[in-house]
């Protein structure tokens, strides 16, 4: 079943990316479908250091950087088209992916998407959350290459707020 969702979230992350690329800087900042639980609450640098210290680290040779993820947690990195591709699974919930590639993710523009600046260990990024397919897309910039991280507002994983957790632990090595 994984096997099978691989190429559908890459295909969201792909999609959900491009709508980030080409949105304004002057969007108003995300906020998440009524009803929706989010993993997506501005967690304070000081509060995510502390949360992740017992966490594991993760590192991508090929992909250039590192993160920490909760423990309890599997995380496979295979190759993609355009990179390495890592799937960070949660015993329950959906998990979080990040996607390196080479070349900026493609331009495009969705009313349902709201992006704003975000700074991610030093580099900078957008992070948009898309209303309709309940899915938050953080695009970084690094030295030639794109991180793209993307988590489900469907179903997010637990503990609550992963996402900005391992967000806020990522740096590129």
Known sequence: MRKLLAPAGLLAVLVTAGACAGTPATDPPATPAAGAASSTRPVPASTADAAVAGWQVFTSADGGYRLRYPPGWRAKESSGSGGPVLSLLPPK??????????????????????????DVGGLAGRRCQDSVAMVVTTTIEGRERWYVVTGSLRRPPAPAGAYDRVLASFRPA
């Open 93 to 118: 919930g959906t998990g979080i992916s990040v996607l390196v590639t080479s070349t900026a993710p493609p331009e495009a523009g969705a009313a349902n998407v709201a992006c704003r600046p975000i």
